[in-house]
RNA sequence: GACGAAGUAGCACAAUGGUAGUGCACAAGAUUGUGGAUCUUGUGGUUGCGGGUUCGAGCCCCGUCUUCGUCC
């Protein structure tokens, strides 16, 4: 394998922020904009690696705190990575582990050079750094690795968003510093953080920018702000934002996300929603979401919907999806969950076309005008 | 046939003589860098039937029907 990693911009839309551009990685192209699957614990739930290319996934999230647990850098390096130990040959970004400092409270100890965890497994305690979650990802061995960062919670005052930034442009740089340049082939991305704040976002933007990444993410959002407040956020942001480097949202989003996002200038998307509300019978259609647990779809011989092309909708009926769930049937699970992501990924594909075909927006105001009424269904 | 026990929401069960509840099921929501079936809310009762006692009965008394058990 050869250790390249480039990013080109095929076209960038005079309609709006967005661009379609491609990620060429030691395992293949990545077509931009991205939807990522997003495989915690080394796999997309319920899902082959297999079902996950013939969705058109050209690249799926693991996680560096799930992994560390689980199974263990140890045997992880006796496979050789992640790649070849789930069948998964297509790149991959792993997560730095830092979302879980916010996201799993049981955490004990935050400080300047780390932050130690109680497993949810075992109770067992780690201690994570960023040289540590370096140490660890490149284990795992990810095309793209994750700075370690603190995300704040939401609602954060100035102080705490302040001091949460400062220590994630500390941790960015002892992670650059750990993990130069394609070191072992693997690019490393920085993340902005500041909170809702944003003198303090542009702050971290420009501070990372400096620190030099092969991309930069935007984190902390999506944490429970209201969504104007979110696109208010990025509004602010996005103009600020390197334009020769991939641009990532961390953890979001949803179908009408993915619109949100691309217009102002997001390359790359990762979210685990449509994973999991497939696992709870939550599946997306062009007409918005349904639960395929409700009782009006008992003698519905429809399909999810009509125009997607996965194997569930290809084959099977509301009808038998909705008894499957009822029944608490595995293969519910696994119909939806390919369903959504499959849908996720066609959504952008015609999101990346509507770009180059300059109807971006009128793409946008058809797509979002039937999903997101609901009304007419 | 005799004796005993039990009949309460679709199912399984609670409820000192004082506003009939819980779980499951059913129904509708929620879920955003995944702690793998979670959380929230809601519908649903002439307490087998008929009398009686009581200010008041799911509960006490009488009758009756049904089911289960034991014995003949």
Redesign the pocket.
């Known amino acids: 394998m050869t250790d390249k990693f480039t990013f080109s911009l095929d076209y960038s839309s005079e309609e709006c922020w967005g661009r379609a551009g491609r990620i060429q990685t030691r395992r293949g192209e990545i077509p931009t904009p991205v939807f990522m699957p ?4 080394g ?4 899902l082959s690696p297999e079902e996950v290319r013939t969705a058109g996934a050209s690249i799926i ?1 693991g ?1 560096t ?2 992994l560390m647990l689980r199974p263990g850098t140890g045997v992880l390096d006796h496979f050789g990575g992640l790649h070849r130990m789930m069948a998964w040959d297509r790149p991959m970004l792993t ?2 582990g ?3 400092v ?5 955490l004990n100890k935050i400080n300047d050079e780390g932050v130690e965890f109680a497993s ?2 075992d109770g067992a305690r780690y201690w994570l750094t960023p040289e540590e979650s370096m140490r660890i990802q490149r284990s795992i061995g990810a095309e793209i690795m ?1 700075v370690f ?1 603190e ?1 704040c919670p939401y609602p954060a005052d100035e102080k705490t968003a302040r001091a949460a930034m400062e220590r994630s442009v500390a941790w960015a740089k002892r992670c650059r510093v750990d993990h130069p340049h394609l070191r072992n082939g693997q690019a490393l991305f920085g ?1 902005v953080q500041g909170s809702m704040y944003l003198p303090l976002r542009l702050e971290s933007i420009k501070r990372t920018e400096e620190i030099g990444f092969e991309g930069l ?1 935007v ?2 959002l ?2 429970g702000e209201p ?1 104007p407040l979110m696109l208010e956020i990025l509004d602010g942001m996005m103009p600020h934002m390197p334009k020769n480097l991939p641009r990532y949202l ?5 179908p009408e ?1 993915l619109f949100y996002g691309v217009e102002r200038g997001i390359d790359m998307f ?4 449509p ?3 497939a ?4 599946v997306f259609t062009t007409e918005g ?1 349904i ?1 395929m ?4 779809w ?1 003698l519905s011989d429809a399909p999810i919907d009509a125009n997607c092309s996965c194997y569930a909708c290809r084959n099977f009926s509301r009808g038998y999806l909705r008894h499957l769930f ?1 029944a ?3 293969l ?2 696994r119909m939806a969950s390919l369903h959504n992501v499959t849908f996720m990924i066609n959504l952008m594909n015609n999101i990346r076309q509507s770009l180059i075909e300059k109807r971006f927006i009128a793409f946008r105001d058809q797509f979002l005008g039937r999903y997101l009424d609901k009304e007419n269904k």
């Open positions: 997003v495989g915690t614990a796999t997309v739930k319920t999230l996680n705190y799930h997560d730095s830092g979302f879980q916010f996201s799993l409270k049981k949810h497994i994750m960062d995300c993340i993410a984190g902390g999506s944490v969504k961390m953890g979001v989003g949803t996300d990762d979210c685990v929603h994973t999991r509300i696992r709870h019978a939550t979401r639960s647990m409700n009782a009006r008992q009822k608490k049937e595995i519910g699970l």
